[in-house]
C-alpha cells in the first residue's frame, strides 16, 4: 500500500484563489471546500487506499511564542478562512481521516504522520502531497517523497538534492539562514541560496560550519563575509532553523490501517445538500460502494 498524505491548507488556499466563488444554502461561501474535497475524491478514484489530510485549524501556533514575526492569520481572507472548519467536517464525513492543528501546524502533523507511516513495513510509499519546501526535510530515499500534484512531480531524496543543493536533513538549516518569507522569518543577511547550498553542502548542519572562515571549503566564495555575517547572528539563525524545523511528536494515528478510507459516513449526504453538490455525492457513494466490493 501506499500513505498519501494530504496539504489540506495548502489545498484549500490553492482552490480559493482557483476557482469560482460558490454559496451552499445557507449563503455560506464554500467553493473552495468543494474543489478540495472533488481533488481528493480523484486520489481515491485513482486508486489511493490510504490518506490522511492535514489542516491549520488555526494558524497561529507555537512557533508564534518563539518568534513575534511569526506567520500569523491577518490579511487572510475571512471567506478564506471560515472554510476551514466546513472543509474538515466535510472531510471526516467523507470517511477521509483529518487532522486539524491548533498547537502545532499542518506541516508537523505531515511530518509526523509520514515518519510513523514510513515505520510500518506493509507501506511501500509515503508521499506527502504538497510543494511546500518545508516538507523537503521529510524526505527519505525514494520512500518518501514529495509530489506535487498540480504539476504531476514527485520529488525523492535526489530531486531534493537537484533542487535545494542540500540533502534533506539540511533544509532546516538551509532554510535558517536563507529564510521564509511564507513563514515570516527574514534568515540571515548576506546568505542567499546559492551560498547557503555551497556552505550546507559541506557542512551539513549550523554547527558544522568551521568559526574560521580560513577553514572553509576553497569552492565557497566570499567566506569571511558568510562567517562574519552568520555568527554575528548564531543565535537568530538557531532560532530561524527552531522555526523551520517539523515536529514529528504530533498525534496522528495509531496504526496506518486508520488512515484506509471506507466510504462516506451516513452523514456526507447532508454536507453534499448543503454545498448543492449531487455529482459529488454520487462519485463519492459509487467509490464506496466499489472499495467494498
Known amino acids: 500500500m501506499d500513505a498519501h498524505l494530504v496539504d489540506g491548507t495548502y489545498e484549500l488556499f490553492r482552490h480559493y484563489f482557483a476557482v469560482p466563488a460558490a454559496k451552499d444554502v445557507n449563503g455560506q461561501e464554500i467553493g473552495a471546500v468543494r474543489g478540495v474535497l472533488t481533488s481528493v475524491l480523484s486520489m481515491i478514484e485513482r486508486g489511493a487506499t490510504h490518506l490522511g489530510v492535514a489542516t491549520d485549524h488555526v494558524v497561529e501556533s507555537f512557533r508564534n511564542d518563539l518568534y513575534p514575526g511569526y506567520k500569523t492569520s491577518e490579511g487572510v481572507a475571512p471567506e478564506l478562512l471560515s472554510q476551514f472548519p466546513i472543509l474538515e467536517e466535510a472531510l471526516e464525513a467523507m470517511g477521509v481521516m483529518v487532522w486539524p492543528m491548533v498547537e502545532f501546524e499542518a506541516d508537523d502533523a505531515l511530518a509526523s504522520a509520514a515518519a510513523k507511516a514510513a515505520l510500518d513495513n506493509r507501506v511501500k510509499q509515503v508521499l506527502i502531497c504538497t510543494p511546500d519546501k518545508d516538507l523537503s526535510q521529510c524526505v527519505v530515499g525514494t520512500r518518501v517523497v514529495q509530489l506535487d500534484r498540480r504539476h504531476d512531480i514527485v520529488r525523492d531524496e535526489p530531486g531534493v538534492v537537484a533542487k535545494f543543493g542540500v540533502n534533506p536533513h539540511s533544509i532546516p538549516d538551509y532554510l535558517a539562514v536563507v529564510g521564509d518569507s511564507a513563514d515570516g522569518f527574514p534568515g540571515v543577511a548576506g546568505w542567499g541560496q546559492k551560498a547557503a547550498a ?39 539563525a538557531l532560532l530561524f532553523r527552531t522555526l523551520a524545523t517539523l515536529r514529528l511528536d504530533v498525534p496522528v494515528f495509531d496504526t496506518v490501517e486508520d488512515l484506509r478510507w471506507k466510504g462516506p459516513r451516513p452523514n456526507f449526504e447532508e454536507h453534499c445538500r448543503r454545498m448543492k453538490s449531487p455529482d459529488l455525492l454520487r462519485r463519492t457513494v459509487a467509490a464506496g460502494s466499489a472499495r467494498s466490493r
Open 198 to 236: 555551497l556552505v550546507l553542502s559541506q557542512y551539513r548542519h549550523l554547527e558544522g560550519i568551521p568559526k574560521d572562515w580560513r577553514e572553509w571549503h576553497a569552492s565557497i566564495r566570499r567566506p569571511r563575509v558568510l562567517s562574519e555575517s552568520l555568527f554575528s547572528a548564531w543565535n537568530d
